[in-house]
């Protein structure tokens, strides 16, 4: 197949990418997080658009592989919607991670207000047990050291640390992991190394859509470099 019909086809397959890509960007710019159910909403048009960014790299990869002279101009072509993917995710988890600090923070302040609310019950409790014992002498003390025990639950109580449950969006959040990968970047010395023996005969796997096209455009049964080309008659009885 000529390298320009290729290159027409990738244009093809991106377009439909691109617009989507667009969509999902307007979604996401304009959701302003604010509780668990926007956050679980951002974080699920992530793990959404990290799955379209792994179809673009497939669909790329599988454009490129058979090519050779053209696989800069492919690779500059998924650039900017890869880099557009990429800067999206970044939005979008700045926007989680804003949430999920506020959250914090709030959780934070709720102890420090349960710990100050604590200590002042304490004291009253304190001072409530030494005016039973005055004016009921020793025989309210039992009385007393109950009330004085409960305060001191409450304030043991509200000293532990905050504890903030993990929220649907941030169960949703992605992982960036880094992986060693290959790239074929000129596809006949990758067939010398393999027929120096110097990789496996099972890395070049043939793009059986991409030589179906060829036999139907030339029409003629012979082998070229290794093809054979040749007509398959079914028969369907109705």
């Known amino acids: 197949m000529e390298t320009s019909t290729q290159k027409a086809l990738a244009v093809a397959e ?69 880099d557009r993917i990429d800067e999206i995710i970044g939005i979008a988890k700045k926007k989680m991670n804003r949430f999920a600090q506020a959250q914090v923070a709030l959780e934070a302040e709720k102890k420090r207000q349960e710990r100050e609310e604590a200590e002042r019950e304490r004291k009253e409790a304190a001072e409530l047990a030494e005016a039973l014992k005055k004016k009921a002498g020793e025989e309210a003390a039992p009385i007393a050291q109950v009330v004085v025990e409960e305060a001191e639950k409450k304030v043991e109580k509200a000293a532990k640390p905050a504890k903030v449950a993990p929220t649907r969006g941030r169960e949703s959040s992605v992982v960036v992991t880094k992986t060693w990968k290959a790239e074929v970047v000129d596809i006949l010395e990758l067939v010398k190394a393999v027929a120096d023996g ?27 470099n290794g093809i054979r080309i040749f007509q398959d008659v079914s028969t369907a009885v109705r």
């Open 198 to 224: 110097k990789l496996p005969t099972h890395v070049l796997e043939p793009n059986m859509t991409a030589l179906n096209d060829i036999a139907r455009e030339l029409k003629d049964p012979g082998t070229i």
């Open 14 to 82: 991106l377009n439909p990418i691109v617009t989507d890509i667009a969509a999902f960007a307007g979604t996401i710019e304009g959701i302003d997080v604010a509780d668990e159910e926007t956050q679980g909403q951002v974080g699920d048009l992530v793990k959404m658009m990290s799955h379209r960014r792994k179809k673009l790299e497939d669909k790329r990869t599988s454009l490129v592989q058979p090519l050779n002279g053209v696989v800069n101009e492919i690779n500059a072509l998924f650039k900017p919607p890869r």
